[in-house]
């Protein structure tokens, strides 16, 4: 496919002069994640962010299939848009269900029918702090112009982004700049959802965060970003109604859950089984290592028996 960079140049353009207005940061990267799959003619796009506890997070896609595609990578620890992000380089694969390296997200990736993806890093004061990700449910061989174009896009979410966090020290160490998107984005993103929907003060949302954040034992970090992402669920099934790519796409996620659920409970009871023949073996060898301290105490009182004899026949020699 061939990118219109006027296009491009125009979206980005257009994208850039919201920036200004984009107090609600969840609907300016849902702008850009669209933008993005509209104009490179993509099946899907999304955008993850980091968390204070780990890699990045899903935060927009423009459906259930790339929320998914994002969520079980962070939940199984490989895929693109993981490697764009560690690496800091993009990653464009043409056919992701060939790709040999990733084979614990294979099953979802069947369901999910997600052939071609390419993941490009998202820099804010010069660190990768999440990745933009396309993807196609046909096999692509991804362009020079197409990687600059998504390039052009994360670029526009990075601002986003900084708009958020209101960044005034550039030169942040990682820790820092993940604390401040924690911080700063998924708290006050949660903080925004919750007054919106419950009609509450933004403080009086903190305080419901901090709640139920004490009363499930869990970072306050970690409660934002599911009630973040719980709204982007609730965009994403509306947005599912009136458009026939995105029910598609949601039917093709829920038989990946479903591939998913089978997957998982496959692999616990391999583990249950490999954990019982573990258990086996370790009671084994602690028989095995009881039997050999109980030959090794015979061989002692043999021995000190052989001495005894020994001392008892050289004293007797000695009277001799």
Request: proline share 3%.
């Amino acid at each position: 496919m061939t990118v219109d960079r006027q296009i491009v140049a125009r979206t980005v353009r257009d994208l850039r002069a919201i920036l200004p207005d984009a107090d609600d940061l969840l609907w300016g990267l849902q702008r850009v994640a669209e933008a993005t799959r509209t104009v490179l003619e993509v099946d899907g796009a999304g955008l993850t962010l980091v968390h204070e506890d780990g890699p990045p997070r899903w935060v927009a896609a423009t459906d259930a299939a790339m929320e998914l595609l994002e969520h079980v990578q962070h939940d199984f620890g490989e895929g693109p848009y993981l490697q764009a992000f560690t690496q800091d380089r993009a990653i464009s694969v043409e056919d992701l269900g060939a790709a040999p390296a990733w084979t614990r997200i294979a099953a979802v990736i069947g369901q999910l029918h997600v052939c071609g993806v390419l993941s490009v890093p998202v820099r804010l004061a010069g660190q990768p702090v999440g990745t933009l990700d396309v993807y196609t449910t046909q096999p692509r061989a991804w362009t020079a112009h197409e990687l600059e174009a998504v390039g052009e896009f994360a670029s526009v979410a990075a601002e986003l982004v900084h708009a958020g966090v209101e960044l005034a020290n550039r030169g942040l160490e990682v820790a820092q700049l993940r604390q401040a998107l924690t911080n700063r984005v998924w708290i006050e993103q949660a903080k925004g959802v919750l007054a919106a929907t419950q009609g509450t003060e933004p403080e009086v949302a903190f305080q419901q965060l901090r709640a139920k954040a004490r009363a499930t034992s869990r970072k306050l970090g970690e409660v934002a970003q599911e009630v973040v992402q719980d709204a982007q669920r609730q965009r994403l099934a509306a947005l599912a109604q009136q458009d026939p790519r995105g029910r598609a796409a949601e039917a093709r996620a829920q038989a990946a859950e479903q591939a998913l659920q089978a997957a998982q409970a496959d692999l616990a009871q391999r583990e249950r089984v490999a954990d019982e023949r573990n258990h086996v073996a370790d009671e084994r060898d602690r028989l095995a290592d009881e039997r050999q301290r109980a030959a090794d105490d015979r061989d002692r009182i043999a021995d000190e028996r052989d001495h005894v004899a020994e001392e008892r026949d050289r004293a007797a020699d000695h009277r001799e």
